[in-house]
Structure formats: C-alpha cells, structure tokens
C-alpha cells in the first residue's frame, strides 16, 4: 500500500483511526467463548463494526502469542480476513522486533510473507542492520519505534546525546532517514508526549506516523492533531481497548462502533480545520 | 532455576555452552523434511547429540514463527522435550521483545507460563515498565540487550549520555540494577565486542551473562573468558549455526556434537585457568 492510497482511505472515511486488536479471552463477552475461535470469532465481529470508520487495524502479537499455535490461527484467520473482506485497510503486525539481520530477515518473511500484513512495528537498539531487512519488501511498511506511550519512555528514548546535541529518540530518527523514505517507513510516537511531537516532524515533515495512547492511555487527539498533521494528513491514531472492551455484553458491537465513530468525528473535524477533506 | 543451580551445571558439565537452535527448513538435512514435524526432529537430534556438552539451550523465536502455527508446535514440543529429558538445561527464549507494560506482561506468560521457558531476552528500547513484567515471575530470568553481536549495534547502544556520561548500553545496565537483581537478570553482551565487556563487568560484576557471536559471527572465546569471566564463571556463551548446521548430510548429529565438544573442551580450559573447575 502507498502513501498516497492511505491519504486516499483517509480522505474517502474521513478518518485516520487505526483500531488496535489486542484481543483478550478474559475481556471479550462470555457468549463467544463457545465459538471454535473465540478471538477471531470478536475481531471478525469488531472489524464488521468499524471497518468503514477505520483505515487501519494493529494486531498486537503478544496477545496472540500467549495461546501458542491456536493463538496464531487466529491471527492468521483474522489477517486473512482483513485482506479479503477490507482490502483497503492497513494491516500492522504491531511487534516491535528488533533482532540482528539474519533473524531480522525471518521475522520480516513472517509478517509480511507467510502471514501478509502490510507494516510491522520494529525496535530501533540494534540499528541499521536490524531493520534495513524489513525494507526490502516492496509495498511494505516498516514503522520504527521513536517514542512510545509508556510512562517509563524516558528512560532511554530521551538520553540527550553529547556528539549530536539530540536526544535518542531524534537520532533514531535522524539516521533512520538514510535507510528508508517516506514511502516505506513511518515512526511511532505515543499521544501521552505530545510535546515530542515537533521534533520529529521536524525531521521527518513528510512520514505518517504511528500514534498509540489516545483513549485508556490518556493521550489527547485535539494535541496528536496540533503537533503532527501534515500536508496528507500523515497520522495513524490507534485506540486499542478504549474501542474494543467498550462493552462486554451482547451489545459489544455496537457500543464499539460508538467509540470508533465518536473518534471519526473528532478526526474529521480535525481533517476539515486542515483543510484536508 | 537459580544462579547456584546453573553454576553447578557448568561445573559438572565443565563447559558454559548455549546451544542456539536456530532451525531453517532449508538448511537441515533433506532426509528429515519427510517427518512429521522436520524442525522438531532436527532439534531433537541435535539435543541429544550435545546435552552432556550444553547447559543452555536457545530458541530464536522468528525461526519459528515464520512458519506461523505449525513453527510453534515446532516450539512448544522442543520446550517440552527439553523440559521432559534434560531439565537440567537452561531454555532460552530469544524473543528480544520491548513493549508496553499491558504488553510485556502477555509476552511474560506467552513465554514463562504457556512455553515453560526458563529465560528470554528483553529489549530495553522502552525502559523500566516495560521490563519489570518479566521479573515477577519466580525462577525465571529476564536477560536484557546491552551489547548485541551485529555490526551496526554502536549506531545507538554507544550513544554517549551527556547527564551521566556513560554510553547507553552502560546506562541500560546501571539503570536496570535497581529493576531486578543477580538472581532474574542476565544481560546480552556480544562476543564480536570484548572491548565492552570490562565496562558491563564494572557495573554488574556478579551477574550472569549471555553472550552471542562466538563462532559464524566471529567473536572469540578466548577473549571473552578474559574479560567477562568471574567467580561462578558468571557467562553463557552461545553458538548456533556453528553448531547445528557444521554438517548438512546424515552425519549431522556426529558433526554438531564435535563442534560442541571443542567448544566445551576449550570452555574447560578457561574453566580451569580461573580455578572454577
């Protein structure tokens, strides 16, 4: 997928959501734990809910990985099934893998290859060689991490580097510009630092980036919208449980599909005070 | 397992191996991809021709993954295995994740409770709360990237910190004494890089630590006895590709087990030299 087909997506739905499927058997509603796939059973059921109020759909692996290989069946049905009910949607495999270039090469083959997503969220620590694999892919999307929406981000993402003047987090970005473009790399920047913003669109004006943390992480959208939009728009917000565990009744679609549009609404108030829709 | 217990092994083993099951379909002998389950075969023979020699055993997840549901069935049998014939050895899931703390506790019970494994590698990228999850589990150990084997890894882990004055992998591993201790934490540090090795033995001189590139990445033993040695041999060096693939045709296993056995007799060398065997 293109930059320019995401603009297009953004500016058809008026939105620039991204839902975050980080689907747990103990947060979904009691009456699909009778189904054969439970987890697909609620993402299916979700993604028929919001799909035409989202651009994008971020399975976050960790909660799949913990039921072993019925845990990867249904990522893989669900992956499968965004690709051929939705075909317009961005599918991230949100990982966040970060490996030498031998295992990066295997990690990059099974997300984007063996289970087809379109992006795949990668740790910046062990640099260049770690992460150019997964920009060999033609039509896919590496997202870096620069900040991230945990309380302890701090820790290492803002060490101030004595060579460059720059915190981590810019230089992770800085260098990065020499290893892919806009066109196959984007940055995650959480929506509880919004203060951070403007550095990175200082360095990289034209990449979309990646927002977690609006909704149960606090992060004001208003804020995200201030400091990061571009000329395309240029932002993926991504709401995960806010969305998803809005109700855990019979009524779970619904009440789902409430909060997503409220975002949508938000979002194209936002899109139209650009000037973009 | 606790510090004392892997230091037992290694005394009666007379060696500080990690063997790194880093299974590709297309690099085990032909005769096997006729089994059932070819990467579970692989490893097994391989695990019987070189427990005696090996007190560790680590699991690169992406060599699994990559073939989705059937590669972690792959996973889940050698873990069992391993668990059921040698519960002796230490199992290593090298993950490498770094996530939000929600996050980080899934990949905790993916990997310690659903897997079984005794250890996986963490990155720091994200700081403390995305660490601490991995801690809470008792005889479990978290084994944080300082150091990693690639080349590119000085393009951030030797950022120079303005405030401290260290370099960031040292900051990595003074901030994370304060996280867990010597009793649930090792560190990465690579064999391609023993010049650093003095600086993580500075801040962590009784820790345990994991150390990848001895052998196809081309790091020495030597050196890294030198200068990561201490008073409970206090490293686990692992090799893998040297190991597993020194031989692609039905003498495989004899193969590997030699490659072991000189690994092991020149670790019982260095044992010897600092009195611990």
């Known amino acids: 997928m293109t930059a320019q ?64 290989a019925a845990g990867w069946n249904s990522l893989v049905k669900t992956v499968k099934y965004l690709k051929t009910h939705h075909p317009d949607v961005l599918v991230i495999a949100d990982a966040k893998r970060g490996d030498i270039a031998n295992t990066a090469r295997m990690y990059a083959k099974a997300y984007f ?17 770690s992460v150019v694999p997964y920009l060999q892919y033609d039509g896919k999307w590496t997202i870096l991490l620069a900040i991230t929406s945990n309380e302890s981000f701090g820790d290492f993402q803002l060490v101030h580097n004595k060579q460059t003047g720059n915190l981590l987090f810019e230089d992770v970005v800085l260098k990065s510009m020499h290893w892919g473009s806009d066109a196959n790399m984007m940055f995650v920047v959480g929506a509880t630092h919004p203060e951070y913003f403007a550095a990175v669109r200082k360095h990289a004006p034209h990449h979309f980036l990646l927002v977690p943390g609006v ?63």
């Open 5 to 68: 087909e995401l603009f297009e997506q953004i500016k058809k739905k008026r939105s620039f959501l991204c839902v975050g499927l980080d689907t747990e058997l103990t947060k979904i509603p009691e009456h699909l734990l009778t189904k054969d796939d439970p987890m697909f059973e609620f993402n299916r059921k979700i993604i028929e809910a919001t799909h035409d109020l989202a651009i994008a759909y971020k399975l976050n692996l960790a909660f799949y990985e913990v039921h072993g």
């Open 113 to 129: 290859h063996s289970l087809g997503c379109d992006a795949v969220t990668v740790s910046p620590y062990l640099g260049q060689d």
């Open 215 to 277: 909704g149960e992480q606090g992060g004001s959208l208003q804020k995200v919208a201030e400091n990061g939009m571009n000329d395309r728009c240029g932002l993926i917000v991504n709401s995960s449980r806010g969305i998803i565990y809005a109700d855990i009744t019979g009524n779970f679609t619904s009440e789902a599909r409430k909060r997503a549009l409220k975002l949508q609404q938000e979002m194209e108030v936002l899109l139209k005070q650009n000037g973009l829709v």
